[in-house]
């Protein structure tokens, strides 16, 4: 199993970022590409769908985020396990959720921190141990 990241943070030029919670105005996901060893950065901004490939693998791409202020949340993260969805918000959130195979009603990155924070004991036992974007080993 890999881990995934959800990264929240206050940007957003959108003009109805005001009525959205400070520090929790936008949020992307962060997935490894273990066959590129590259950090994938996935985001629906208001140009468009972002895809960026940030650093290798090797790189701790979630204390780097933490260091800029961001909010980082790590995730288990196995593509080929993720059930899409038959809709999503045509959103940052709603991609995200789709990225991640989050399945909850959020609409709002804030929405949706709380209830990865509330799933918090879940995200933590699937993921602790594990090096960031590396395959689990078999015991």
């Avoid at 959108?14 to 950065?41: S, Y």
């Avoid at 045509?90 to 609409?107: D, E, F, M, P, Q």
């Avoid at 918090?120 to 036992?125: D, N, T």
Wanted: charged fraction near 20%; glycine fraction near 8%; proline fraction near 5%.
């Amino acid at each position: 199993m890999n881990t995934a990241y959800a990264i929240f943070d206050g940007d957003n030029s959108h003009w109805l970022a005001w009525t959205l919670k400070p520090g929790f105005r936008h949020v992307w996901a962060v997935v490894p590409d273990v066959d590129g060893d590259a950090w994938v950065g996935i985001s629906l901004g208001l140009t468009g769908l972002e895809l960026t490939n940030l650093e290798r693998l090797s790189y701790d791409i979630r204390a780097h985020y933490e260091r800029m202020g961001d909010v980082v949340i790590a995730l288990p993260y196995t593509p080929q396990d993720r059930v899409m969805l038959p809709f999503i918000a045509n959103s940052c959130v709603g991609l995200t959720k789709a990225v991640l195979g989050i399945r909850h009603w959020a609409w709002t990155p804030h929405q949706l921190h709380q209830h990865l924070m509330k799933d918090r004991a879940h995200v933590q036992s699937h993921t602790s141990g594990l090096q960031p974007g590396r395959q689990e080993e078999a015991a």
